[in-house]
């Protein structure tokens, strides 16, 4: 069966995050390549932030990393990644909208209007949420909550790394089954 | 001078909305064209909704109307209307991204998820948002708020058709002059 | 009824066309919009082209012209044009695809790669394409083929922007029936 | 330092190729995985290809591969793969964009329209492209040429897949010194 693709959204260095919500990333993203998922981020090309961090996690355990970058080229920051996919789509609701589509399920951990973006298009495409709680940003203020009247998926809080990705797979799998994904 | 271009983005039809919220979305189409603006409308496939709304209110003053559609072909419910582009993109995050690329302002009222997507692709790309209250959805619960850390671009809330349109204009003008565009 | 959609496409400055390309692309717009049509072109942000040319045609019949743009901002060369629709996607498939989607036919002069791409796609998404013969580029090399062994669909040659407008607006006319749009 | 991402694009099933065809991109994607790259082929949700052909040559060595898809879902056909990406863009410019911005170099075989679409792109993004001859389609007629004339980059011809995948990966090499890519 081909791996889970598993993504993790969260804000970039210029809001500042503390070091415990880049520890808790990274530790999303080692958790989700030792269950053997594929990790999915977005590429910065001018600064860290928290969707890279899980991809530093990931390498920690050798897993498979694949990162979603806007514009033409492939000059990222994070230097230690498998696949780089520039989509010719400009930050701001382009890329974003690729690297969700490439998702399995997200986990999302804290988070400024990227990763609400991010969340909203998920939503969109009915592709599994959870919120890993603790760090504020839109996770926080989205745990546990649907995007509508539609009532189409609720975004799944997780109060440790641990959950969060256990609860990702398992929405995942669920997923695929939905859709009839191989 | 090249015409303003102004979107107005707003809920779905199968999140049915009121009557009077329909009401307000056609008389912002209305207003946007007696003005002088071009509106740009999400163009849907399989129903209406208060972005189409706007566009009915603006033809009854013969206004120019753009509708921004997703998938390859221009085959939209709405058949009053002058120019259609279909962007190949998928609806949810892609088409959304179009649309309010090509808005100077953007005016919200009521909305779901798409509204959301809509709204914080504004934001990360800096184009003024007017939210018109009253109507409930996420026009009402990001009025007057931003959308994370950065303070980029506050939502700026509006209590009449009237004054969301006018303000829409002024900003729209501000906008054109910040990035000098003709 | 909805105006119809046609696109002029042609080589960009840089490839030094001569002046009676950029006159025969000018007459094409000009044509298109005395004819009612509304003229799509690809708006540049660097310099000018035969595309552009055929807005400043239809410009002086006072024809709706929309200019699709790529990047974030409506910063293009021309500025006497109706909408610009920025698409977010970089020059070079991307914003050529959201253009071409656009179209009810599309007529190629002259031309280099960024033509071919766009003629390709039109193919691809079976538009009618029609090459005015006489300038070179790529226009004059696919004018009567088809592009695979698929046969879908043959460039039409024409000898003169008359013969070229009155093909395309022919061929729009019966994409519309095809794929039922109103 | 990161693997190389080359592609291999050629005809889709619906176009008949040849069992030679067949062979040759598979022995593609063998050699390009066993010289450590990735591969990136599109993946089609309706029939086999000769770029899905490269996908099973480089999976018999264990490669990472990676399938870019339009739409929405990862539902494509070829069920042994890495990575699925569906970019919500629809087949005909807009996938093959994204495809293609993903590649340190192309390698060509046969190839219609779509074949065509890509390798203007890459023409457009500056991206190396080598053509295997000897198969027909765009591949065999773009062989040793420019695509117009701003001479950018010459379409560079093999004869054997050998030939083709090493002249691919001293390419890719040139391509991310040039664009100064880690």
Do not use: H
């Not at 996770?139 to 809080?157: C, E, H, M, P, Q």
């Amino acid at each position: 069966m081909r791996k889970f693709q598993i993504g993790v959204m969260g804000s970039a260095a210029d809001l500042k995050y503390a070091k415990d919500a880049e520890k808790a990333a990274e530790r999303l993203g080692y958790l989700i390549a030792k269950k053997g998922g594929i990790l999915l981020f977005g590429a910065e090309k001018d600064y860290d932030s928290l969707s890279t961090a899980a991809c530093r996690g990931a390498k920690k355990v050798d897993g498979i990393t694949v990162g979603i970058t806007y514009g033409k080229r492939k000059d990222i920051v994070e230097k230690d990644v498998d696949v780089v996919i520039p989509c010719g789509l400009d930050r701001g609701g382009g890329r974003e909208f690729v690297l969700i589509l490439g998702c399995d399920a997200v986990i999302a951990i804290s988070g400024g209007s990227g990763t609400l973006t991010e969340l909203a298009v998920a939503y969109q495409a009915d592709i599994p949420m959870v919120a890993l709680k603790g760090f504020g940003g839109w996770a926080d203020k989205l745990a546990d909550t649907y995007f509508d009247g539609r009532n189409r998926r609720k975004v799944i809080s997780a109060s440790s790394p641990e959950e969060a990705v256990k609860v990702a797979f398992a929405e995942a799998k669920k997923y695929r089954e939905k859709y009839e994904l191989a």
